[in-house]
C-alpha cells in the first residue's frame, strides 16, 4: 500500500471505531471535548486530537489508529492495515459535545497565565463550588488558598496547580460544575497540599479528591496529598520516586476504588519496594474520595448535633 493510501486510510477511521470494537467504553464522567476517556476493565485509552491520535495514561505507549491496533492486538502491520480497513465506515458512538471549544491561549506562557488569574475568596464562584457542590469544608479551601494551589477559572470552575520539584508552574488540574480538563499547552506533574517537609505522601487521582482526603483526614501534620491529575506522566513518575527517595518515608497508594485505582497503586507499590520505603494502599468506601467526604456530610446531617 502506498504512503497516500496509508493516509487515506487513517483518515477515514477514527481511533474511537478501533476501541468501541474492541469493546472498550466510554468513560463520560471522565472525558472532555479534547480528550475522551475509553475503559475495558483495567485498560485505559484516551482519544485525542478529534479522534485520530491516542495514548495510554498508564504508559509511554501513544500514536494513531495503526497503532492502536498494533497496541491491542499484538499483530503484524499487515494485519493492522486488513483490521482497520474494516472498520471503514463505521459509526462510533462517541459523545456529541455541547459545550463550546476553548479557544487555544498562546501568547502567555503557562506560569504566566496562571499568575494572571485570581486566587478564590469567600463567596467567589470558584469558592462556592468547591463548597457547595463539592463540600469541601471552608478550612479546606482557605489553606488551599494559603498555599497558593488555587486559581479563578472561567464560569465558576477552579484551577488547581500542578508543580515539579522546583516549584514552577506546569499546569493546572481545571473542574468546575460543567467542565473537566487540564491546562491546554500545560504538563501534569503532582498537585501538592499539605506539608512539603511531610513524609506520608498520600497519593490520589484528583486535586479535590487530595483535598477530600486531607479533609477527612483532619490535614495530617505528617502528609502531603497529592494528585497526579488523572493520567501518569513521566515526569509525574520522576516526581514521586523524588519525594520517595528521602529517609522515612511513606508511600500511600489514595487512589479510587476501582480497577483503574489498583494500577496506580501497583505502580506505586512497585516504586517503594525499589525505594525500600514503607507502602500502603487505602481506598474510599465509594468510588472517591469527595464521594466519600460527601456522604460523610450527608450522615452527620442526619444524625443531628451530639446531646
Not at 102 to 123: H, L, M
Amino acid at each position: 500500500m502506498e504512503k497516500r493510501e496509508l493516509e487515506e486510510l487513517r483518515d477515514r477511521v477514527p481511533c474511537a471505531a478501533v476501541l468501541e470494537r474492541a469493546n472498550f467504553a466510554i468513560d463520560l464522567k471522565q472525558s472532555t471535548r479534547r480528550a475522551v476517556k475509553y475503559r475495558r476493565g483495567a485498560e485505559i485509552v484516551i482519544v485525542i486530537h478529534e479522534g485520530r491520535g491516542w495514548f495510554d495514561p498508564l504508559s509511554d505507549a501513544k500514536g494513531d489508529v495503526f497503532s492502536l491496533v498494533e497496541h491491542l492486538e499484538r499483530v503484524s502491520f499487515v494485519e493492522v492495515l486488513d483490521h482497520v480497513a474494516s472498520l471503514v465506515g463505521f459509526v462510533s458512538n462517541a459523545p456529541a459535545w455541547t459545550r463550546p471549544a476553548r479557544a487555544i491561549e498562546t501568547p502567555a506562557s503557562t506560569p504566566e497565565r496562571w499568575v494572571k488569574r485570581r486566587k478564590p475568596w469567600p463567596g467567589s464562584m470558584t469558592w462556592r463550588y468547591l463548597r457547595d457542590d463539592r463540600h469541601l469544608p471552608e478550612a479546606v479551601i482557605r489553606t488551599a488558598i494559603h498555599l497558593d494551589v488555587l486559581r479563578e477559572g472561567p464560569l465558576g470552575s477552579m484551577w488547581a496547580v500542578h508543580r515539579n520539584g522546583e516549584g514552577r508552574v506546569t499546569g493546572w488540574e481545571e473542574r468546575g460544575p460543567e467542565w473537566r480538563g487540564f491546562s491546554a499547552g500545560g504538563a501534569k506533574v503532582l498537585f501538592r497540599y499539605g506539608h512539603s517537609d511531610a513524609l506520608r505522601l498520600c497519593v490520589t487521582e484528583a486535586a479535590i479528591d487530595a483535598m477530600s482526603l486531607a479533609a477527612l483526614e483532619g490535614a495530617r501534620r505528617d502528609s502531603l496529598y497529592l494528585s497526579t491529575g488523572g493520567g501518569w506522566a513521566p515526569a509525574t513518575d520522576a516526581a514521586i520516586w523524588l519525594l520517595a527517595a528521602r529517609q522515612g518515608v511513606l508511600l500511600v497508594a489514595a487512589a479510587d476504588n476501582n480497577a483503574q485505582g489498583d494500577v496506580y497503586a501497583e505502580r506505586l507499590k512497585a516504586i517503594a519496594a525499589e525505594m525500600g520505603c514503607d507502602f500502603e494502599r487505602v481506598r474510599p468506601d465509594r468510588e472517591d474520595w469527595n464521594e466519600d467526604l460527601r456522604a460523610q456530610l450527608r450522615a452527620n446531617a442526619r444524625s443531628g448535633p451530639m446531646s
